[in-house]
């Protein structure tokens, strides 16, 4: 393949590159302070809240960015979807567009 001008992909940038399109990536930052959040939830909830945006926010991330444990969080995130604040989606969690 290599002798008929097959090429190395490593990112999809490269086939981008190949086919002669443009790629420019875009930068979304989160911002918690930003955050409007629902005068319902307890103070852990709204702490948790701030920390998922309003694209697909990691597990990780969110565990991170609270400093708590992984079980508080899990937990804390269950109580959100039963609230119908954030659901959870593949890649980790997201808020949802409530009527608030």
């Known amino acids: ?8 992909v490593e990112a999809p940038e490269d086939i981008l590159e ?4 443009t790629y420019s990536p875009i ?3 989160f ?5 409007i959040i629902p005068e319902t939830l307890s103070i852990d909830e709204q702490s948790i809240y701030r920390q998922v945006g309003s ?6 991330e969110i565990i991170l960015r609270s400093g ?3 079980g508080v969080v899990s937990s804390i995130l269950l109580s959100l979807e039963l609230c ?5 989606v593949p ?5 949802t567009d409530p009527a608030y």
């Not at 694209?55 to 990780?60: E, K, N």
């Not at 890649?91 to 808020?95: I, N, P, S």
């Open 55 to 60: 694209v697909v926010t990691p597990l990780d």
């Open 18 to 21: 190949e086919i002669g399109a």
């Open 1 to 8: 393949m290599i002798r008929q001008g097959a090429k190395l």
């Open 84 to 88: 119908g604040v954030v659901q959870s």
């Open 27 to 29: 930068q979304v930052e």
């Open 91 to 95: 890649g980790g969690y997201m808020r």
């Open 68 to 70: 708590l444990t992984a």
């Open 31 to 35: 911002s918690p302070s930003l955050a």
